[in-house]
């Protein structure tokens, strides 16, 4: 992938400092413009195609999040901050992730952008030959999940629980409509609740999978031969 065409906006010059030598050193964003304030970056958007924004929220002529809602077609964005409230509050808002000040270190900073990275594949329909990522939207912030991380997903009432490499997440959806998302030819319905990673599975039973991560999951009668069939078992 290229680099990401990003622009940066700290008031803090120490803050702005530091964030310039973490990006500087991962090497994996094209850096537009860096910035003191929103209103200075207005004219780099108006004129240039960027892919993503990191910014400071909290600024002394416009906070950030004003900033966002009045762009009309926003880039990604990256919000950084040294006040814990802004994380957690619910802003309806598509923020890719919201990173504190005080920790705020190279592996922090690599792990959003290879959020931004998975982001950019979904919106552009990924590229040939790669997976598109899964677009889930998490309170606050919008995730992108590499199929091939998944390992399984379980019904959850009117929710649908994800679990990955990167944890479990929970989203408001069905079992079809996560069928119809999914890679048809990584994924399997194997149960009422359960769709299951088939390139996941370490092993099978009659009645039961384990999965490479040591999780057994039962398999429904119903499902059985559409599961078998697609690991190539019948």
Do not use: C
């Not at 004003?66 to 901050?81: D, M, R």
């Not at 006040?83 to 504190?100: Q, R, S």
């Not at 990955?164 to 996560?178: A, F, H, I, Y």
């Amino acid at each position: 992938m290229n680099r990401i065409k990003t622009i940066l906006i700290e008031d803090e010059p120490i803050a702005r400092g530091r964030l310039e030598k973490l990006v500087a050193k991962l090497g994996l964003l094209e850096i537009l413009g860096t910035f003191e304030n929103p209103l200075q970056a207005a004219d780099v958007l108006r004129q240039n195609e960027v892919d993503l924004i990191l910014s400071d929220i909290d600024m002394p002529e416009m906070d950030g999040i004003t900033f966002l809602k009045g762009l009309n077609h926003p880039p990604f964005v990256i919000f950084i901050t040294g006040h814990y409230e802004y994380a957690v509050n619910g802003f309806e808002l598509d923020v890719i992730d919201y990173m504190l000040k005080p920790l705020l270190t190279e592996e922090r900073l690599l792990k959003a952008i290879e959020k931004v990275q998975k982001a950019i594949l979904f919106s552009r329909g990924g590229m040939p030959g790669e997976r598109r990522a899964i677009k889930i939207k998490d309170r606050n912030k919008t995730l992108f999940i590499d199929p091939v991380d998944i390992f399984y997903l379980k019904a959850w009432g009117d929710y649908i629980q994800i679990y990955s490499v990167e944890g479990m997440q929970t989203l408001l959806s069905t079992m079809k409509d996560m069928e119809v998302e999914l890679p048809w030819d990584m994924f399997a319905r194997m149960h009422r609740s359960y769709i299951v990673n088939i390139k996941q599975i370490k092993g099978v039973e009659a009645s039961k999978v384990i999965l490479k991560n040591g999780i057994e999951l039962s398999i429904g009668l119903q499902y059985r031969n559409q599961l078998f069939a697609k690991m190539g078992l019948i």
